[in-house]
């Protein structure tokens, strides 16, 4: 449970470079896109609502020990999140 929910943000967030940034690489996108524009924060919230979805698979067949690596997982994101928006300048 807890490696898919560290997974699922990055996969949202390939899905959506597929769709909207397939004419530039991966790498450009992330380093010029993302990191240039100091986005790197606001992504990793967006993404890690992707988790939401894992989440509710792992609820609804039963993986109560899934969903609670999911749980985590998020947390970690949020920490990190937090991190970045406070105690970082």
Same mark, same amino acid.
């Given at each position: ?6 997974? &699922? =943000? *990055?996969? &949202?967030?390939?899905?959506?470079? @597929?769709? +909207?940034? #397939?004419?530039? &690489? ?11 524009? #100091?986005?790197? @924060? =606001?992504?990793? &919230?967006?993404?890690?609502?992707? #988790?939401?979805?894992? *989440? *509710?698979?792992? $609820?609804?067949? #039963?993986?109560?020990?899934?969903? +609670?690596?999911?749980? $985590? ?5 949020? @920490? ?5 928006? *406070?105690?970082?300048?």
């Amino acid at each position: 449970g807890m490696l898919l929910g560290l997974l &699922s =943000p *990055f996969i &949202s967030l390939f899905i959506f470079y @597929c769709f +909207r940034f #397939n004419h530039l &690489s991966f790498f450009t996108f992330f380093t010029e896109i993302i990191l240039t524009g #100091n986005i790197l @924060c =606001p992504v990793i &919230s967006l993404c890690a609502i992707s #988790n939401l979805l894992v *989440f *509710f698979i792992f $609820l609804w067949s #039963n993986r109560n020990r899934g969903a +609670r690596g999911v749980i $985590l997982a998020t947390l970690i994101y949020i @920490c990190y999140v937090v991190y970045q928006k *406070f105690l970082v300048e």
